[in-house]
């Protein structure tokens, strides 16, 4: 599965450079030559951005094919490496997390692997190849499901938040145009029936969007990537086990402290996990 590798930023590269004239006839022609100049200078600025993001783009792309070469060899840590190093540099594409989920499955690393198809489905969240691996993987994890979701999550995360974004804005919009030609068209019906719509379109999506936003920010999970993890009554090493977690289980984080994490969700109630052993997902 291959998607279009994007970047999240372009840096534009500083133009430097300075014009130096001389009295008399030479500032005469310079208006003109200033003209030429300047627009010389503009279309420079303009393409330098486009210069940089071709490069980094083609760079981009050569270091993914090169990652997918060596999931090919069956070399998975190596690929998953080179995957991340993709990410690091600042590309993000759900292409990138779909494939390094692939290769940390195959390498046996189910909690990254689940970590790394959950991040692909937040940029792509109706992609069904993304889905299925999650599904996939899911199922082999001993020690207990992920958390259920409650149906209005399911419905939020069915769209990612730069579609709510746009749907929101849209509705902002519609919500303004029909204000506006309220102002024009003086008509009973136009005010009883269409100027009502408007608001409750907007109330409706920014409630979704910021539900969307909520459950992403407010909702943060703790994936285990070691298997044999103690959790623990107490944040201390010390502390009483409480049960012992298997690689890939999927728990929400309820409190912080220090390097633990408290999470609920396993099957002998809450404890409290090092952050070493788990993956968090904000």
Not at 234 to 246: A, I, K
Request: hydrophobic letters at 50%; one cysteine or more; a positive charge.
């Amino acid at each position: 599965m291959r998607f279009f590798i994007t970047r999240k930023s372009v840096t534009i590269p500083m133009l430097r450079g300075g014009l130096a004239g001389a009295g008399g006839r030479g500032l005469v022609c310079g208006a003109n030559c200033l003209q030429a100049l300047l627009l010389v200078f503009l279309c420079c600025l303009a393409s330098a951005p486009a210069t940089a993001a071709a490069e980094q783009k083609d760079s981009a792309l050569a270091a993914f094919e090169e990652a997918n070469r060596l999931y090919e060899q069956a070399k998975y840590e190596e690929a998953a490496a080179a995957y991340l190093k993709i990410l690091d540099g600042g590309v993000v594409s759900p292409a990138i997390y779909f494939n390094l989920g692939n290769a940390y499955f195959k390498s046996g690393q189910l909690g990254r692997a689940i970590v790394s198809y959950r991040k692909a489905q937040r940029l792509a969240p109706r992609d069904p190849d993304i889905r299925a691996n999650l599904r996939f993987v899911r199922a082999t994890v001993s020690g207990g499901s992920a958390p259920a979701q409650p149906f209005w999550q399911r419905l939020v995360t069915r769209l990612n938040l730069d579609e709510w974004a746009i749907l929101t804005a849209g509705a902002l919009w519609l919500f303004g145009g029909l204000q506006a030609l309220r102002q024009l068209v003086q008509s009973p019906f136009f005010e009883r029936r269409l100027v009502t719509i408007a608001p409750l379109l907007l109330l409706l999506f920014s409630l979704v969007g910021l539900g969307c936003a909520w459950h992403l920010a407010a909702q943060p999970c703790a994936v285990v990537v070691k298997s044999d993890t103690v959790l623990h009554h107490g944040p201390l090493e010390e502390s009483p086990s409480v049960q012992v977690l298997q690689d890939g289980q999927e728990l929400l984080v309820v409190d912080e402290k220090d390097d633990w994490v408290q999470v609920e969700g396993a099957a002998r109630g809450i404890g409290w996990l090092h952050k070493s052993n788990v993956a968090l997902m904000p």
